[in-house]
């Protein structure tokens, strides 16, 4: 009796423990965007007395009124969804049907095809030699670049190849007997059993092309009107951490943003990045939900490999 | 002999015959070969580059000035050889210690997480620290810098670190170079922490609860339980991602570097693939660069096949 009581008493402590450093920890976590959600909202010319910390201390939507009048974040804005949304269709519909191919137990080229997709995993021709394909193939400031060089990876290609492998092959087989071809299998019977898998990728493939900045920066830079919502915050942050050092140019780049909104009250340029930052998080952030109830299941999928 | 023939006629002919009633997957699958062998492996020639005094002015690659080893020697010696040198260091300190962090960190954070007995509360603490996963490293870069600047500017680290007293005054954490292999591993910790547990919280789902009952029946206390039940049963796990981290050790990304990196702390926030983009894309050193790019290709690839053999040593399952 005496030592079950003990253990309760440590059970008490271990759990009290525990739950406060995963509430700190989660408070770590939150904390720098609930802190940029409040600054976003301040007022900017309030936000440059500091001390603001989760909620703002003067409410005002001045900043996102700025954003939203700037013709350079409505245009990349526009860009980075028109890009994400083409990758995500080009980039499931070709990695599943190629993936349906590879699943075919007679299929002649199998082996051979696998191969040379899943060698591409393990080296990279680098930087430059990329870089001189895609110029010399005519790429460079065009929207082509953004989806064409991504319409399928290996990695994808196996994990939905091994999901399709496991449906029941007499289903296909008599979908064959019915006279169906191997497109119409794939588009009807198939594709339709591989939402989970799919819908997993589907998020994975959104967050790498809405989160990336690589792409624009080194082929696109030189077209404003193809440039996305990362690299213009990358620009934005780039001149505030120089500013950093020199404080005259953060005003300078703080009054150019007002102007270029047309805005009457000024905006500091800290008050514009956070606005900017909010409206480039959360999109992502609202899609996750939704197919977060897939993504544990694929996932642990994805680990299973040949 | 006329046999064997025959048989290969026969041979050839069913080869042909299952080519046409195979066009369909063929149909399908040969484009896309094709593609792949456009992007991934065409740029392979590229390479050449690395053995040529590569002028972007001449158009075709055999009219360039042939220079041999050259560019392998510039690479490794003088100017640009202490500055590749010290590049390679950078990328193996920066990804050996996000390494270290992250890896026991995700660890203990699902060791914490799988002892916590209320779903509700721990789907609520495991969706949280999900989230920075998807935030770009260009908005981490923006909190990590906002975070670690004066208090006047809302740096939260120096304004915690002066109500504890640690320290009197504020840290200037972006410009002092000491703290930036620290500052990278922290990002990486605070982005990625959350998201790595989940492969260890799938494997700690399907341990057997009867291994715990047994346990219970032994007198073992919660500690006892983890240390001898869950991390041995989860071991296999653990080794393969070691195994597999270390292949891809120079993948030390290079986002953050670029992003947080400055004048003052070039010594240690610069990569190699940082050297690569200024070499290759800002000074049109295409040569130097791609010899770089090739060094950092033959050594992962030689990592990851070492890393990979291991693994299939251990009996484990091939992960790449």
Redesign the interface.
Same mark, same amino acid.
């Given at each position: 009796m005496k030592k079950r009581k003990k253990?309760s008493a440590?059970?008490v402590i271990? !759990?009290t423990c525990? !739950?406060t450093?995963?509430?700190l920890?989660?408070a770590?976590?939150?904390?720098?965007?609930l802190?940029?959600l409040a600054?976003s909202f301040n007022d900017g010319m309030d936000t440059v007395r500091?001390g603001?910390y989760l909620w703002p201390r003067i409410f005002s939507l001045q900043s996102y009124r700025v954003v939203f009048n700037m013709d350079t974040i409505y245009g990349a804005f526009m860009i980075s969804v028109l890009k994400t949304i083409i990758i995500v269709i080009t980039n499931l519909f070709?990695t599943s049907?190629?993936a349906?191919?590879?699943s075919?137990r007679?299929?002649?080229?199998r082996k051979f095809?696998t191969t040379?997709?899943v060698l591409?995993?393990?080296?990279?021709?680098?930087?430059?030699?990329?870089?001189?394909?895609i110029k010399n193939l005519g790429m460079i400031n065009t929207f082509a670049v953004y989806w064409v060089?991504n319409?399928?990876s290996a990695f994808n290609l196996i994990v939905i190849r091994t999901y399709i492998k496991s449906i029941p092959e007499s289903l296909i087989e008599s979908a064959k007997i019915d006279g169906a071809?191997?497109?119409r299998i794939?588009l009807q019977i198939v594709m339709p059993l591989c939402v989970p898998t799919l819908a997993t990728i589907a998020l994975f493939v959104a967050?790498g092309s809405?989160?990336?900045?690589?792409d624009t920066f080194?082929y696109c830079s030189g077209k404003q009107s193809l440039s996305t919502l990362?690299y213009e915050?990358?620009k934005l942050?780039?001149s505030a951490?120089n500013a950093?050092n020199n404080p005259a140019a953060a005003s300078i780049s703080a009054s150019q943003a007002a102007t270029q909104g047309g805005a009457t009250n000024v905006a500091t340029s800290?008050s514009i990045?956070a606005a900017i !930052?909010i409206v !480039?998080?959360v999109p992502?952030?609202l899609v996750?939900p939704f197919l977060?109830r897939y993504f544990?299941h694929g996932?642990?999928l994805g680990?299973v490999?040949e | 002999m006329r046999a064997k023939t025959l048989a290969l006629e026969k041979n050839r002919r069913s080869i042909w015959s299952t080519i046409i009633l195979q066009r369909e997957l063929i149909i399908m699958s040969v484009p896309l070969l094709l593609y792949k062998i456009l992007f991934s492996y065409v740029p392979v020639t590229g390479w050449t580059m690395a053995f040529q005094n590569f002028k972007p002015s001449i158009r075709s690659m055999w009219d360039q000035e042939w220079v041999g080893f050259d560019n392998f020697v510039k690479l490794f010696t003088g100017i640009n050889g202490e500055r590749f040198i010290r590049d390679i260091r950078n990328t193996l300190a920066q990804s050996f210690l996000t390494l270290v962090v992250s890896y026991i960190g995700s660890i203990l954070l699902a060791l914490l997480l799988n002892e916590v007995k209320n779903v509700g509360f721990k789907r609520v603490i495991q969706n949280i620290t999900y989230m920075p996963h998807f935030l770009s490293w260009i908005i981490v870069a923006g909190l990590v810098s906002t975070a670690l600047s004066f208090p006047s500017s809302g740096g939260i680290i120096n304004i915690i670190l002066m109500k504890l007293h640690i320290i009197n005054e504020p840290v200037q954490f972006l410009s002092n170079p000491d703290y930036f292999w620290g500052i990278v591993a922290g990002s990486h910790l605070w982005k990625e922490l959350g998201w790595n547990t989940i492969i260890y919280l799938a494997a700690m789902t399907a341990i057997d609860p009867a291994l715990y009952e047994a346990a219970d029946i032994d007198g073992a206390n919660r500690y006892r339980k983890m240390w001898h039940v869950t991390l041995p049963s989860i071991k296999p796990t653990i080794v393969i991602l070691l195994i597999m981290s270390i292949g891809w050790i120079l993948e030390a990304g290079f986002e953050i570097q670029y992003f947080l990196g400055n004048g003052l702390v070039i010594e240690k926030s610069e990569t190699i693939d940082i050297f690569v983009l200024k070499y290759g894309i800002q000074m049109g050193n295409y040569s130097l660069a791609t010899v770089a790019g090739i060094f950092k290709t033959v050594v992962s690839i030689i990592l990851i096949a070492t890393a990979n053999w291991i693994s299939g040593k251990l009996g484990e399952e091939k992960l790449v």
């Open positions: 253990l440590e059970n271990f !759990t525990n !739950t450093f995963l509430i920890l989660s770590a976590m939150l904390y720098p965007m802190n940029t600054i500091g603001i070709f049907m190629l349906y191919a590879l075919r007679e299929y002649i080229f095809i040379v997709f591409t995993m393990y080296f990279n021709a680098g930087l430059i030699p990329n870089y001189m394909l060089p319409i399928i071809r191997e497109f794939f967050v809405w989160n990336s900045w690589f080194l990362q915050l990358q942050l780039a951490m950093g800290q990045r !930052t !480039t998080a992502i952030l996750y977060q544990v996932l642990a680990g490999k | -």
